[in-house]
């Protein structure tokens, strides 16, 4: 019962969190600096 219960809300929770990152708003400036310093030297 209790691993059904947590599969249920594992599917009702994963949607409202997928879109509550996708919703933010973004830093294209931070992004890039972070782009390029993961990316290394080009």
Do not use: D, I, Q
Not at 16 to 42: D, F, V
């Amino acid at each position: 019962m209790v691993k059904s219960f947590a599969v249920l809300l594992l599917f009702t929770a994963a949607p409202l969190l997928a879109h509550a990152t996708t919703t933010l708003p973004g830093n294209a400036a931070l992004g890039e600096k972070l782009y390029r310093m993961c990316a290394g030297p080009s």
